[in-house]
């Protein structure tokens, strides 16, 4: 989250375990950029230098801004600091507590004249303990937000922790069963590496590229090829986003430039299947392969507009998955009008279904997932039915078309009675 005032913080990195390596990242690395990501305009690393606790007055100077302090002899996450910033005392002090125990998380933002006093108490090497006494305000910490880091079994704890933020909500049954188990275990390797997310995505779209290539020419054992690539691709797509949580290195840029890859790799994918079947199947000049092409093409573009035009002003996200269909119009505090998108409601059946039908209704969605589609495309190229492959995705355009379309307009026209209440 970001705050809407500046921030100042501290961190406190005078302890060794300071330097022990969590997921890639050194204690003091990660408390770093949790505090940049929660919105610290200037973040000040005390490593229990004369020197650097020195220049804590100096640094600090005569700033009124809240001042944020994190000790990094424990692997901290946001969850950790975020609550305390979500409630600021208009002069104070506020802790981040256990929510178990009450005891003290090593983290506190102090405000005012608590601020200032702050930053001199640690200039002249004062516990920062001293302000988890009772006249303080005192919040307790969200999920994943810290860990000691100690001991070996400490730290193996941590590292169980934080994976868990690998665990994304929007996975749908084929990422959560088939791609996750093993896309975990590459991340693992990956976040002790230099590579980015964005690195990954890049070679992600590097690897689509390959793969449409290959299927867009008439020999069956490379369309073969393309396929197996292209599966592959979807294992590292896993990977870039859960990187970027684990190492706190998420950006509206990545975020964009993932879903952008995404969503050209299953037009480019139609569009190579489709030309395969024209020269394998198909004859100079137009036929109906060509025309499909353009058909899919045609819907796609409509589809990707659609989508974007509707996590953009509609959800306000940067990920397709978020796509909301329905929107009311509701009022927020300030007596102005603004959009929401409204929950999916579940309609359960009046009587319970066999088992068997249930579950292939709750498995019915994850047809039309691109992760479900991949692996599909790869049996079809294996029997060299890749005429199916180009069907099932080119029908998948024009649905898509014809459902996003209708949700467009819908939203279009609650966008338009937003803006004219605000005249």
């Known amino acids: 989250m970001a705050v809407t005032v500046e921030l100042d913080a501290i961190v406190l990195a005078d302890n060794p375990l300071a330097r022990v390596v969590i997921a890639g990242l050194p204690a003091v690395e990660r408390a770093n950029r949790v505090a940049k990501k929660i919105g610290a305009a200037r973040v000040l690393i005390v490593d229990g230098a004369e020197t650097t606790r020195g220049a804590i007055a100096a640094w600090r100077g005569d700033r009124t801004s809240p001042l944020l302090v994190i000790r990094a002899n424990q692997l901290v996450h946001t969850p950790l600091v975020s609550p305390l910033v979500e409630s600021l005392p208009a002069n104070g002090v506020a802790i981040a507590i256990s929510p178990d125990d009450g005891s003290f998380g090593g983290a506190y933002v102090a405000t005012g004249e ?12 004062e516990d920062d303990a001293a302000f988890a006494g009772d006249a303080v305000e005192r919040v307790p910490y969200g999920d994943i937000a810290r860990h000691p880091i100690a001991t070996p079994e400490e730290r193996k704890g941590a590292h169980r922790l934080l994976y868990g933020l690998m665990i994304k909500r929007q996975d749908n049954a084929i990422s959560r069963y088939v791609f996750r188990p093993l896309a975990r275990r590459m991340t693992m390797l990956f976040v002790h590496t230099p590579i980015t997310p964005n690195m990954l995505t890049v070679l992600v779209a590097a ?22 690539i292209q599966v592959s691709s979807c294992y590292f797509d896993c990977c870039d986003g ?26 480019g994918y139609m569009v190579a299947c489709g030309w395969h079947c024209h020269l394998y199947w198909g004859h100079p000049g137009w036929d109906m392969w060509t025309v499909g092409i353009v058909v899919g093409v045609t819907t796609y573009a409509i589809s990707i507009y659609c989508i974007y035009y509707n996590i953009i002003v509609g959800v306000g996200s940067a990920n397709s998955q978020d796509y909301a269909s329905k929107f009311e119009i509701v009022t927020d505090a300030s007596g102005a ?4 998108p409204v929950a999916e409601v579940v309609l359960a059946p009046k009587r319970p279904l066999p088992p068997v039908i249930a579950k292939i209704l709750e498995f019915a969605p994850n047809i039309v997932r691109r992760d479900f589609i991949v692996w599909c495309a790869l049996v079809f190229a294996i029997f060299h039915v890749i005429h ?6 080119l029908a998948g355009g024009v649905v898509s078309a014809v459902i996003t379309t209708k949700d467009h307009f819908h939203l279009r026209g609650l966008v338009r009675r937003v803006a004219r209440s605000a005249v």
């Open 114 to 125: 608590a601020g200032q006093a702050a930053a001199l108490a640690l200039a002249r090497g």
């Open 337 to 340: 009008q603004r959009i929401k």
């Open 207 to 228: 690897m689509v590229a390959v793969a449409c290539w290959l299927t867009a020419t008439p020999d069956p054992r490379l369309v073969l090829l393309g396929a197996v």
């Open 242 to 267: 859960e990187i970027a949580r684990l190492k706190l290195m998420s950006s509206k840029f990545g975020a964009w430039l993932d879903t952008i890859v995404d969503e050209l790799s299953t037009v």
């Open 388 to 393: 199916v492959s180009f069907i099932v995705l």
